[in-house]
């Protein structure tokens, strides 16, 4: 009998569409580049949901204005007065961290979409937060079986001088001494993030000699730091690893100044043919006649990861989806991937490959995927870290 | 390091001069001339940057760069015509809150008709590749670049020195009354130096553009750069602001050849108060003449009405009872911005201090009461007690400095002391949490609620600026006045000018610090962006947008500016175009609100 009445009332909730409101908000006056295409990803994913009919998604996007203080506030007003039903996104790593912080707090879900830092994830980890990209660490420790297949001993770094660029630094000197135990790192290069001194920075690499240089720069710094490098022959014998160059975002802007050649981790949109993403990136091309960048597929993979956990959990209730989330699998224009319970990162990868010029345009070749789940500490070292 | 390598760290230095020069010589004159701390000078390089890298890709970069500083000159002089021309009899500092809307508009502007993108413009022809120097291949267009910076300075110089022109310019920069009294037309004057100010920021940016790429927040980080050459120069000076520009740039570029790149986050601000402690007025600043007239005399300050305040404490005391939880929020954040803008106004108004960096105490009152509770292990109630007080401590020492200061390069001091505490907490991982800043910042559990936290920041709030307004009404107050109004006459009847002064900035301090603890318990977290340069921006635009020298112009001005942002940025795509142009109309009908 009552086996019945559950399967009654599942039916029930079958028969109508379950309403979902997500509170978005993000930096979108601060970090555009990245954001505008995040939106038209999301928005892409909305009429696919809604399209689908058994789920009605509603997104209520805000800006955050990019400060922690203000972000909080936003996410307070959609809580209390646009009543949404899970938070998601931020960029920033503090502002994630803030917002993380304060879905604990009211005990809301809150899908981390972009923010890299390890910490949301790990030190700063929390019942409520889920993270979707691959983070800092995980993207370093793509490049580094590269890195000590070539045997190179003298390492120079350069990060931004945040916490993005120092963990990036800190995980790639540590997972390199593991492989390679006879490396050694002759200089060190810290500016502040979006005010490189690039001449003067290539100069102090150049003095050290290296064999090879691993980079975590990205947009305006990494620009400047290509141009005054290609114009002072620094790579002309010296490898060069880089985070992130090559994401459309970052790469896009180099042109013809794009360094042959360079090991990145980003995303190769015009050459991934695999069914799964050339349908994601026809339907983004015909939707907004323009072609996708990272920001797409993590908009677009973030809202349909809230629908599939509602789906799943038949439910828009806060535990109950957070009960779902832990360990839920699902599809994205890069192949499977997993939330994983114990830390609640998802194993979304990345591509690794070299740098090359085309037509005056920047591109990745040689790539591979690198999936997110083959670049994660052991499940102890985790559980290590998470304070809960 | 090499002979080779110094060599070349020195080169690279001089072509960063080069280039800092160009944008500080503009903003130099300007400053010299009209008196205009202008804002907008690194939005009009970044309109130079996007100019000429979007002229390039179609009549080439050597065409395009004089039409770019050309383009950039006119819209100067349309500003000038337009604006600044109906502020210049304005009191206070309206002029530079016009400068700071002009800054949110073309910020907007160039998002929309650029788009979000950095654009990295083509290296300029002839000038592509590098020659070898000593061995080391040396770019040929940073060579050019060193060139340029004294070519420019040394037709300036010629401008100024040997044409009518020029004459007249310089007049108007030692006594511009004098100058206007003996018949000069001051304003084809303004107009002429503020056309000529822009273009050099037109050029600077347009000759930037093969090194490094435009890029929308290029304005916040110039104009900070070109603030503090210019003062550390000394104000007016364009032999100062080249001088300084070749102290900067040599110090950067060694910083970072001798392997400490960490340092440049800070080592500009560390020079400029270091040099504004050993010389006050920069390195080749004149005193500044006594201005005749133009402001006028303050009227005394008037007695707030009392009753009318205690009513609206009253009312927003109730408001828990009907509004919902988010009302309360952004009320919560309104009475934590009114009072860090009464306790900036505190030392603006009656003590004419301005201040640039206001935001040190607030973010010094945040993190102290973080480290309390989460380092120290002190509970909630103690935490926020306790924090108020290392603010306090932090004034001490900055106002010890900055008393000894006036006008502009004591704003600029603030300025500088707000960067290194900012810095440091950047920086200093173990402790702070760098620039992640720390989370778990909650209140005790009986303060949770949203009501019960607004009505203790009430409460609060309402005691300190109750208490602020008392002390200015006291003989604590007159003579805080006293030492705004003549130092001389103050100094004659027995008061200790600087003690008063330092006295006002410890208190005012202490007020901000509290603000920037409850700010960091209604959060829950708390990060470097406290003690920023826009959070002591957003502090002086919401007293100038009130009125500084009304008592209760700052709290109005404090609840509107975060109510428009709030409401613009929910409501509007370009909600700082929108935010910039309420702010613009209130300034040009001088909207002021009531006392």
Known sequence: MKYWVLVALAFCGNAFPQNVKIGELNSYKVFPAFLEPYKKGMELALAEVNAGGRIKLELVVRDDGGTPGDAVRVAEELISREKVNLLMGTFASNVGLAVSNLANQRKILFLASEPLTDKIVWESG?????????????????????????????????????????????????????????????AEQAPALGKIDAGAVVQALADAKPDAIFSSLFAADLQKFVREG????????????????????????????????WWVTGYPWNELNTPEHRRFREAYQKRWQDYPRLGSVVGYTAVHAAAEAVRKAKSADTEKLVETLKGLEMRTPFGPIVWRAVDHQSTMGAYVGRLARRDGKGVMVNWRFADGADFLPTLEEVKGLRKE | MSYSSVLIQFLNGLASASSLFLVAAGLSLIFGVSRIVNFAHGSLYMLGMYLAVWLSARIGFWAAVPIAALGVALLGLLIETL??????????????????????????????????????????????????????????????????????????????????????????????????????????????????????????????????????????????????????????????????????????????????????????FIVMAAVLILRPRGLLGRPQPAQRGTTGVEPPLPQPRWRVFAVLALLLALVPLAAGEYTLVLLTDILVFALFAASLHFIMGPGGLASFGHAAYFGLGAYAAALLLLRAQL???????????????????????????????????????????????????????????????????????????????LLLCALTVFLLWRALHAPFGYALRATRDSPLRAEAIGIDVRAQQWRAIVAAGFAAGLAGALHAFSKGSISPEALSVPRSVDALVMVLLGGVQTLSGPLWGAALFTWLEDAASRNIDYWRAALGAAILFLVLTRWRFSR
């Open chain 1, 126 to 186: 929390n019942r409520y937060t889920f993270r979707l990209r691959p983070s800092t660490y995980m993207q370093t420790a793509m490049l580094v079986p590269e890195a000590a297949r070539l045997k190179k001993k003298r390492w120079a770094i350069v990060y931004p001088n945040y916490e993005y660029g120092q963990s990036a630094t800190a995980s790639f000197k540590k997972l390199l001494l593991r492989a390679q135990p006879d490396v050694e790192f002759v």
């Open chain 1, 230 to 261: 290609n114009t002072r022959g620094l790579f002309r014998n010296t490898v060069v690893f880089n985070l992130l160059a090559g994401e459309p975002e970052y790469l896009d802007p180099l042109k013809d100044e794009t360094p042959e050649g």
């Open chain 2, 83 to 268: 604006v600044l021309r109906r502020v210049y009899r304005a009191p206070e500092l309206l002029q530079l809150l016009a400068t700071f809307a002009l800054v949110l508009i073309v910020r907007d502007f160039a998002l929309w008709a650029w788009g979000p993108e950095d654009m990295l413009g083509p290296r300029a022809p002839g000038f592509a590749g590098a020659v070898q120097i000593a061995g080391v291949p040396f770019p040929q267009y940073d060579l050019l670049l060193i060139l340029l910076g004294p070519l420019v300075f040394a037709l300036l110089q010629l401008l100024l020195r040997k044409t009518r022109w020029g004459i007249l310019v310089r007049a108007a920069t030692e006594d511009r009354e004098m100058a206007g009294a003996l018949g000069v037309n001051q304003r084809w004057l303004f107009s002429g130096v503020f056309a000529l100010g822009a273009a050099l920021a037109g050029l600077g940016g347009a000759l930037a553009i093969p090194r490094e790429p435009a890029s929308l927040d290029i304005d916040l980080s110039i104009i900070s750069d070109a603030f503090v050459v210019v003062v550390v120069g000394g104000l007016g000076s364009i032999p100062g602001a080249l001088l300084a520009a070749l102290l900067i740039g040599e110090i950067k570029a060694f910083c970072i050849g001798l392997g400490y790149s960490k340092a440049t986050l800070v080592v500009e």
């Open chain 2, 379 to 457: 509970p909630m109630e103690a935490a926020l007690a306790l924090a108020p007080l290392a603010a306090a401590a932090g004034a001490l020492v900055i106002g010890w400095f900055c008393v000894r200061l006036s006008g502009v390069y004591h704003a600029m001091l603030t300025l500088a002391f707000a960067q290194i505490a900012w810095s440091v907490a950047f920086q200093w991982d173990t402790v702070t949490g760098g620039s992640n800043g720390m989370v778990g910042v909650w209140p005790a559990a009986w303060l949770a609620s949203k009501a019960a936290y607004y009505l203790t920041a």
